[in-house]
């Protein structure tokens, strides 16, 4: 099982910049790189909805329609880091972002980005507060 820690939110103007971090560790010698990891958001009210997804053994990523274009996410194998770079922020992207992942061995990145978030195999991070606003 891997533990996720997410930071790197904070309060940004609209069509600012931040970048989240989601650092995984591990209590086994499971290889690390053999799963899929995603950013998902809860804004106020809403349902919690994906975000961004990758597989950190391809490196193949799913983006949802409403950040495509402005938000890249990246890993970073060596320093079991996946990162989430967003560009060009809108107050409707305000929100909680959660970190995910779960074993390729039960899921794609896509299937973990479409499923809404890992099963009961995989873990939630802790959470990190996005805000835009002027």
């Known amino acids: 099982q891997v533990q996720l820690v997410e930071s790197g939110g904070g309060l940004v103007q609209p069509g600012g910049s931040l970048r989240l971090s989601c650092t995984a560790s591990?209590?086994?010698?499971?290889?690390?790189?053999?799963?899929?990891f995603g950013w998902f958001r809860q804004a106020p009210g809403k349902e919690r909805e994906e975000v961004s997804c990758?597989?950190?053994?391809?490196?193949?990523?799913t983006y949802a329609d409403s950040v495509k274009g402005r938000f890249t996410i990246s890993r970073d194998t060596a320093e079991n880091t996946v990162y989430l770079q967003m560009n060009d922020l809108k107050p409707e992207d305000t929100g909680i972002y959660y970190c995910?992942?779960?074993?390729?061995?039960?899921?794609?990145?896509?299937?973990?980005?479409?499923?809404?978030?890992?099963?009961?195999?995989?873990?939630w991070g802790q959470g990190t507060q996005v805000t835009v606003s002027s």
């Open positions: 995910a992942a779960e074993s390729i061995v039960f899921v794609t990145a896509q299937e973990l980005c479409r499923n809404q978030g890992p099963s009961a195999r995989g873990r």
């Open positions: 591990k209590f086994t010698l499971d290889i690390l790189d053999d799963y899929a």
């Open positions: 990758i597989s950190t053994k391809d490196g193949r990523t």
